[in-house]
């Protein structure tokens, strides 16, 4: 188990990582995001493990990549377009 949540770690910081690299104008501050994708990732580990059990550490470890990318898609913000009013309005 203390392996299945270390590589989680690992892989919900390299996911976060990309997606700070990726989208930098649309994410709130480096730490942030960082932090969120790890503790994301432990916690879709700790919640996939949960529910099979032991054994089946490729699914833990794709379960928590899917929660980190979860909780990483609810930091971003809107791109930074100009909304157009139509003249009736």
């Known amino acids: 188990m203390f392996l ?35 503790l994301g990732a432990v916690f879709g580990a700790l919640l996939t493990h949960g529910s099979l059990g032991p054994g089946h550490a490729a699914a833990v470890l794709a379960g928590a990549v ?3 990318a979860v909780l990483l898609s609810l930091l971003l913000r809107p791109a930074n377009r100009r909304l157009r009013r139509s003249a009736a309005v």
């Open 66 to 68: 899917a929660v980190a």
């Open 4 to 38: 299945e949540a270390l590589g989680a770690a690992v892989l919900g910081l390299a996911l976060a990582w990309a997606a700070v690299h990726r989208l930098p104008d649309r994410l709130p501050v480096r730490g942030v995001v960082l932090t969120t994708g790890s």
